[in-house]
């Protein structure tokens, strides 16, 4: 878990220092929160799987921002179901009323799914993308909850299966 941490912040850190120039990061957020996918939407035979995602997103423009997703499927999981881990990067359209974000992102990437089985072992690694959307309804200053879903799939997707993804978590605003 650690090293998916590292990894996530090694990959945002050029993106946050691009967007460094003082008050653009207003209207930025930070969001973590359970994911689920539909079934088979990573590897054939593993059904809907319970993760984790987190994302970065920083505002660039009116409406127009910049986002990095990292998420990680498969926990709780037999040994036999392979654990995938995607890192997508991509711009986010938002249109704020009433403290309500809507938004709609694109996102591109890569995709790993892998299992310590020694029956059927995996290992895949493939480009991946996310397009969908969402909704952040604010419940404290600074703090909004998070609705979203997504399209998702790898070019190592099995061709069947449901790519799709639900989302929600806590958004920290700042």
Known sequence: MRTY?????????PLVAAAAPGPQLHNSDVFFGY?????????????????W??????HMAPFLGAEADVAQYGLGASSATPHTTTVLFGPR??????????FAHGL??????????????V???????????GLD???FPFFAWRFQGDRISSTESPSEGTKARFTTGLVFRF
């Not at 994911?35 to 993760?51: E, I, M, V």
């Open 35 to 51: 994911s689920r996918t539909g079934s088979d939407t990573f590897y054939q035979g593993a059904g809907g799987l319970n993760g």
């Open 5 to 13: 941490i590292f990894l996530f912040a090694l990959l945002i850190t």
């Open 93 to 102: 359209l938002t249109v704020k009323a009433a403290g309500i974000a809507l």
């Open 137 to 139: 309804v604010p419940i």
């Open 123 to 133: 290992s895949n690694t493939g480009l991946s993308y996310a397009v969908g959307g």
């Open 108 to 121: 591109v990437g890569v995709e790993h799914s892998a299992n310590n089985s020694s029956a059927q072992p």
């Open 53 to 58: 995602e987190g994302t970065l997103h920083i």
